[in-house]
């Protein structure tokens, strides 16, 4: 496989040819990490303008911004003023910054340790092996690739990502799951599963619906995404995963201990600082729309480092892609008439291929869906 290097004063640079070659080594950046390079092949760097731009957003050094947590310990159905405040609490976070720190949410802290360890070792697996599983067909139960959006995107992303369709159409059958995490995932999955059945009743509650009305509508779909971030040789010159808002009604994420994800929070990225044991629960786009702008679907990225690998697990909560038959908008029991609707009502398909097609380029896919009065 021909990359060039960042630095290298090439004549031409022909991009599409090396991002066919990167495609066809099917081994993701970790095969070009593996290879031995000391400086970012030219694909990965961020254009110059978007590097200058960075200055006005630096986290600044006394910043003592955190995302807000929430303590589910004392949770329990019948204790109302305890589930009263967190039901606040999710409101508040929700509102704000879009995103909220769970602890105490019931999830074992070996079977956290060991899907990041799963992830891992499907990441780090013999490379003739992990190619099976590459492809680029998002219909795919389980696949492997970098970059959904490889060909639209001003530079790729410093990860790879193992991606299980979990859901839709029918349950996935575990079989189809790599052997050297299938174990790991189909516990994962049980127990996400139930956080997030308990999450949606959360944020459900506090826009004022019904507690099982957000769940009745995004029951049909999870997709786990094991993103594996290398350790990258000049990180400063490209991100792990670009600015973006997440394409779900919400998120549930997971980090290891290496940290990296920031948050665009008052103009300046916010660092979401690995903890142990913790969630991250963030509100995604459709929730944004659908709860009329009540919900904040947050910017955020993920930086490279010199320290990795990186993983996480991310599990989104969302309803069919491919959907052409449900209609998502504003929910009538939120508006009024000093809090009009802001988006049109669309479906699942065309928000997605909208999103797609744009990829992951800073600009919300939202803004495509605003009504032309606001
Ligand atoms: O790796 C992370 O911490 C964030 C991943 C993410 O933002 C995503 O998968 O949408
Ligand atoms: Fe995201």
């Not at 990359?3 to 960042?6: K, P, V």
């Not at 640079?13 to 495609?23: G, I, Q, S, T």
């Not at 680029?136 to 139960?141: A, L, P, Q």
């Not at 660092?271 to 913790?278: A, E, S």
């Given at each position: 496989?021909e990359?060039?290097?960042?630095g290298?004063q090439?004549?031409t640079?022909?991009?599409?040819?090396?991002?066919?070659?990167?495609?066809e080594s099917?081994?993701?950046?970790?095969?070009v990490?593996?290879a031995g390079?000391?400086k970012?092949?030219?694909?990965f760097?961020?254009?110059l303008?978007?590097?200058?731009e960075?200055?006005?957003?630096?986290?600044?050094e006394?910043?003592?911004?955190?995302?807000p947590v929430?303590?589910m310990?004392?949770?329990?159905?019948?204790?109302h003023?305890?589930?009263?405040?967190?039901?606040?609490?999710?409101?508040?976070?929700?509102?704000?910054?879009?995103?909220?720190?769970l602890v105490?949410?019931?999830i074992?802290?070996?079977?956290?340790?060991?899907?990041?360890?799963?992830?891992?070792r499907?990441h780090?697996q013999?490379?003739?092996?992990?190619?099976?599983?590459?492809?680029?067909?998002?219909?795919?139960?389980?696949m492997f690739?970098?970059?959904?959006?490889?060909y639209?995107?001003?530079y790729?992303?410093?990860r790879?990502t193992?991606?299980?369709?979990?859901?839709?159409?029918?349950?996935?059958?575990?079989?189809?799951l790599?052997?050297?995490?299938?174990?790991?995932i189909?516990?994962?999955w049980k127990?996400?599963?139930t956080?997030?059945?308990?999450?949606?009743?959360?944020?459900?509650?506090?826009?004022g619906?019904?507690?099982?009305h957000?769940?009745r509508?995004f029951t049909?779909?999870?997709?786990?995404?094991g993103?594996?971030?290398?350790?990258c040789?000049?990180?400063e010159?490209?991100?792990?995963?670009s600015?973006?808002?997440?394409?779900?009604f919400f998120?549930l994420?997971?980090?290891?201990h290496?940290?990296g994800?920031?948050?665009l929070?008052?103009?300046?990225?916010?660092?979401?600082?690995?903890?142990?044991?913790?969630l991250?629960v963030?509100i995604?786009?459709?929730?944004?729309?659908?709860s009329?702008d009540?919900?904040?679907s947050?910017?955020h990225?993920?930086?490279?480092n010199?320290?990795?690998?990186?993983?996480?697990?991310?599990?989104?909560?969302n309803t069919k892609?491919?959907?052409?038959?449900?209609?998502?908008?504003?929910?009538?029991?939120?508006?009024?008439?000093?809090?009009?609707p802001?988006?049109?009502y669309?479906?699942?398909?065309?928000?997605?291929?909208?999103?797609?097609?744009?990829?992951?380029?800073?600009?919300?896919?939202?803004?495509?869906?605003?009504?032309?009065?606001?």
């Open positions: 496989m990359i060039t290097g960042a290298e090439q004549p640079y022909d991009r599409l040819k090396e991002l066919k070659a990167f495609e099917k081994a993701g950046v970790k095969g990490v593996d390079i000391v970012n092949p030219r694909m760097v961020r254009p303008d978007e590097l200058t960075e200055l006005d957003h630096i986290e600044q006394n910043s003592n911004f955190e995302i929430i303590d310990e004392s949770l329990d159905q019948d204790d003023s305890r589930r009263k405040e967190i039901i606040d609490e999710v409101r508040r976070a929700s509102g704000t910054w879009g995103f909220f720190r105490n949410h019931g074992p802290l070996t079977v956290i340790n060991d899907i990041i360890k799963g992830m891992k499907f780090e013999d490379t003739e092996l992990k190619k099976q599983y590459h492809s680029d067909d998002h219909k795919t139960g389980c690739y970098t970059n959904f959006d490889l639209v995107s001003k790729a992303n410093w790879d193992l991606r299980c369709n979990l859901l839709s159409p029918d349950p996935l059958d575990p079989q189809e790599p052997d050297t995490c299938r174990d790991i189909v516990e994962y127990h996400i599963t956080l997030a059945d308990t999450v949606s009743e959360f944020l459900s509650e506090a826009l619906l019904e507690q099982d957000l769940k509508i049909d779909f999870l997709i786990l995404s993103h594996y971030y290398p350790a040789p000049e990180p010159l490209t991100l792990g995963a600015k973006h808002s997440d394409a779900s998120t994420l997971l980090q290891d290496i940290g994800l920031q948050i929070h008052q103009n300046q990225w916010v660092t979401v600082k690995p903890i142990p044991g913790t991250i963030n995604g786009d459709l929730l944004q729309l659908i009329n009540k919900f904040k947050a910017e990225r993920v930086l490279a010199r320290n990795g690998p990186r993983v996480s697990v991310a599990c989104f909560l892609f491919s959907d052409n038959t449900k209609i998502f908008g504003p929910l009538k029991e939120i508006l009024s008439e000093e809090n009009p802001i988006y049109k669309i479906t699942m398909k065309e928000y997605t291929e909208h999103y797609v097609k744009k990829g992951l380029d800073g600009v919300s896919a939202l803004n495509h869906f605003k009504l032309s009065s606001n």
